[in-house]
């Protein structure tokens, strides 16, 4: 008797705990959108920011600067994180190369922020003579991103079948042949997948664009690589902190929310693309 | 013929392409290491090592004589790591026993993506939270003019480690085999019993290494102790004191440094050891993982 309440109080708690999360997550989004909402309106997401009346203004310039933000790193981070998943799970055995690639690909992953923020700004602002740039910001962030990517692309590839690469390699195929022809095209939704995942966290940064370049306030919308550029976080960050204005806490919160919307639509496309994929898979 | 040999040339200059950009990876951690270090090693030209390691003060902007302690920075770290990991490991490990030991098919198929969400949610959104709820409810239960303190950026940053401790260690905890539940339910035991006397014994050094990557995530977390730690430089006493850890410091100051001066490398400095505490926390972790495996 005594162990059967044990046992319901202890599995009670757990249980609490479980929900706990889900709690959590439902009050950060209420907690965002229920100031955010009053804000937002089509002057808000489609007009020009201006500094001296944050309610005349609006945050299309941070809004298309994360969006080429979000296309930098994808530049700079997909095809070297792809690419470095294919070389560890198709041609790697495991030598002492590849154990320290997995060693560094761990230790980036665990690296923060405003490490990859230190780090960008003396090789890409300082040494590179990039500036503080859209270029600089899409590079540092690459870099913190390509080990999501790379693990991502890694458990998508292996998920496809020995027997898809034996197959190949039984017809005469040479190894390229078989990844290009039979792994690629199984494991390529799981890495979109994973990739559109990193990127969304990636847009979603602070600190590395505090140091390598993000600004408050510009004119127009960036038009070359070397240019500053606003961004999404940035805003939130400086409305939040450093602005005067009364209702600056309310413009943080609709601009945090577009933000939110932004990274949740971006995993919804994510989670869609694994969805069909999954079902039209024929193993 | 021909054409084979050339298709084998193809062949191995492909693997070379696709080798390169895995030591890319390698290469950008060596450049993370030599970039902090070449600039951060520079300030102890100036700087004695003992002054920045177990110096209190931290004051680089002072009139004529600036102070270059860090101890006051490393103890807001360790205070924030500290109280949100008491708050996060045990609601952590605890939701994800519940998971995958207790929880039915579909509300694990709810729970799981919501913990990815909430990964995915940026920091600067969870510090602007603390800023406009968290912040003034702390200041309201203890009384206190603001919550800008270590407390209130222990709980935010606490949110942000659960998504890591939870997932990693609900993988460990769904990797143990059946038999081992099977073998203590057959011989009598409750739920809770088997759960507390075989699952958490077995899966003890995953939830060690989760929660050391945990800490590798709040020690790094820069933008909510930044929002909501207090940024006061004093050296805090009290878990109710505003704490300014390293990472918030080099944020605050780098963008008013002169670059290539003092300050600008002692900030590299500080960049560097907060690197090196990651780079030693992640390693731990990794070994606890590896020696797990090592076990099976």
């Known amino acids: 008797m005594n162990d059967k309440i044990k046992e319901r109080i202890y599995l009670g708690i757990f249980r609490l705990c479980g929900i706990l999360s889900l709690l959590i997550l439902v009050s950060i989004l209420i907690f965002v959108i229920e100031p955010g909402i009053k804000v937002i309106d089509l002057n808000f997401i489609l007009g020009m920011w201006q500094t001296q009346d944050i309610t005349k203004g609006g945050i299309f310039p941070a809004i298309v600067g994360t969006f080429y933000l979000g296309i930098g790193v994808a530049v700079f981070s997909v095809p070297v994180g792809i690419c470095c998943a294919i070389y560890l799970n198709e041609y790697a055995r495991n030598t002492g190369l590849v154990r320290m690639i997995r060693l560094a690909i761990r230790n980036l992953a665990g690296v923060p922020s405003i490490v990859y923020g230190l780090f960008g700004f003396a090789v890409f602002v300082q040494f590179l003579h990039f ?12 870099a913190m991103t390509i080990p999501w990517v790379i693990t991502a692309s890694e458990e998508a590839l292996k998920g496809v079948p ?3 690469r034996e197959g190949a390699i039984a017809l005469g195929a040479t190894r390229w042949q078989a990844i290009r022809t039979n792994v690629l095209p199984s494991a390529l939704p799981g890495m979109i997948t994973g990739s559109i995942i990193g990127l969304a966290r990636a847009m979603g940064e602070t600190a590395p664009l505090i140091i390598v370049g993000a600004t408050f306030y510009m004119r127009g919308i960036p038009d070359s690589p070397f240019d500053k550029f606003m961004a999404l976080p940035y805003h939130v960050f400086i409305l939040a902190t450093q602005h005067n204005h009364p209702l600056a806490e309310q413009y943080a919160a609709g601009t945090a929310l577009v933000l939110v919307l932004l990274i949740f639509l971006m995993a919804l496309a994510a989670m869609i693309v694994r969805y069909n994929f999954r079902r039209k898979r024929r193993w | 013929m021909n054409k084979r040999s050339w298709e084998g040339v193809k062949d191995r200059f492909i693997a070379f392409f696709f080798a390169a950009n895995g030591i890319l990876t390698i290469i950008i951690l060596i450049g993370i290491f030599i970039f902090l ?20 003060e931290w004051n680089p902007t002072a009139y004529g004589e600036p102070k270059w302690g860090i101890l006051s920075l490393v103890t807001g770290t360790i205070y924030i790591a500290v109280i949100s990991l008491l708050i996060a490991i045990p609601l952590g490990v605890a939701s994800a026993i519940y998971i995958a030991e207790l929880a039915s098919p579909f509300i694990r198929e709810v729970l799981k993506p919501a913990i990815e969400m909430i990964a995915a949610i940026p920091s600067v959104v969870l510090g602007l939270i603390g800023l406009l709820i968290v912040a003034p409810f702390v200041a309201e239960i203890f009384n206190l003019p ?15 480690a659960l998504p890591t401790i939870i997932s990693i260690s609900e993988d460990v905890i769904s990797a143990i085999p059946e038999s081992y539940r099977e073998a203590s339910l057959a011989l009598g035991a409750t739920r809770w019993q088997t759960i507390k006397g075989v699952i958490l014994p077995a899966a003890s050094s995953g939830i060690v290494a989760a929660s050391m990557l945990g800490l590798g995530r709040v020690v790094g977390e820069t933008m909510v102790v930044l929002m909501v730690a207090g940024n006061s430089r004093a050296f805090p006493t009290s878990i109710l004191d505003p704490v300014r850890p390293i990472t918030s410091t080099i944020a605050i100051e780098i963008k008013e440094v002169v670059q290539g001066d003092l300050h600008f490398q002692a900030l590299f400095a500080l960049g560097f050891v907060l690197f090196l505490m990651t780079f030693a926390i992640n390693l731990a972790s990794d070994i606890f993982l590896t020696w797990r495996q090592g076990v099976r």
């Open chain 1, 131 to 142: 500036g503080t740039s859209l270029l600089a910001a899409s590079l540092t962030l690459a």
């Open chain 1, 162 to 164: 020995d027997g898809f």
């Open chain 2, 37 to 56: 270090a070449y600039i951060g090693l520079q300030a102890f030209h100036e700087i004695s090592i003992r002054e920045f390691f177990f110096g209190k």
């Open chain 2, 146 to 160: 603001n919550g800008l303190n270590a407390l209130t950026a222990s709980i935010l940053v606490a949110i942000m």
